[in-house]
């Protein structure tokens, strides 16, 4: 079995459910599974590059979005493995997530990715579509922009956020021009702000605001399965 450092907590939930004891190394941030039990090595942006050479890994996977490029290359220069993915829609999930197991030594497909890949195919049509905007910040207020993999799990099911059209991917926009947008809906997710039901909604006064777990909105992995059901019942919370 190989030996895997990962700098991301989505792919560290499916390579510790796929292959038990293939970690050997992971961020502060990894919190799934809850009895993860290896050698914490920083954080997603500000990894202990040493203490991963010392841990000689065959592999480190890592994030476009998630990681620093400085990092990742001081990485490939101690001698290690880096195998970089790239997610920004549902079906990229899919596709990195296989790519990812492979490159660990799973021999096949898992059960939960193929659950997650047949739950999200038999995804009917949305009855209706409705706008929103999706803060993950706030002092400074920050959206979700363009390309993301959150705008496209939220378009799969029925709600089209206003600032996928903008240069920026995680675009800063003052609150006064978020509520001027005249959204249907706001979506605050638990992270990476941890918005709650005391501290976010309290600053879109017109809109319906739609409390929703950030690991079924922005996490690839064993997630994936339930997260239609989750984020869909939790929309149609704030819509009645």
């Known amino acids: 079995m190989k030996r895997v450092v990962s700098l991301v907590p989505s792919l560290t939930e499916a390579v510790a459910e796929t292959l038990p004891g293939a970690l050997v190394g992971a961020t502060d941030w990894c919190a799934h599974p809850g009895d993860l039990d290896v050698v914490r090595i920083g954080g997603t942006k500000n990894p202990k590059v040493e203490r991963i050479a010392e841990l000689a890994p065959d592999l480190v996977i890592a994030n476009e979005e998630e990681n620093r490029v400085p990092d990742l290359d001081a990485l490939r220069a101690a001698g290690l493995e880096v195998l970089v993915t790239e997610v920004r829609t549902v079906p990229a999930a899919f596709t990195e ?17 193929r659950e997650a890949e047949a739950v999200w195919g038999a995804l009917p049509e949305p009855g209706e579509r409705r706008t929103a905007v999706v803060p993950i910040w706030r002092r400074p207020w920050m959206v979700v922009g363009r390309d993301t993999f959150a705008g496209d799990v939220l378009a799969r099911l029925g709600v089209d956020h206003l600032h996928a059209g903008h240069a920026e991917r995680y675009p800063r926009i003052p609150l006064d021009e978020l509520r001027a947008a005249a959204p249907d809906l706001v979506v605050l997710p638990d992270e990476p702000y941890r ?15 739609a409390l929703v777990s950030g690991r079924y909105l922005t996490w690839y992995g064993p997630s994936l399965a339930r997260a239609p059901r989750v984020l869909g019942e939790a929309l149609r919370a704030a819509h009645r």
């Open 97 to 113: 997530l296989a790519r990812v197991l492979e490159a660990c030594g799973a021999p096949e497909r898992p059960g939960w990715l």
């Open 195 to 209: 918005f709650t039901a005391d501290d976010g909604p309290e600053a879109f006064p017109g809109p319906a605001c």
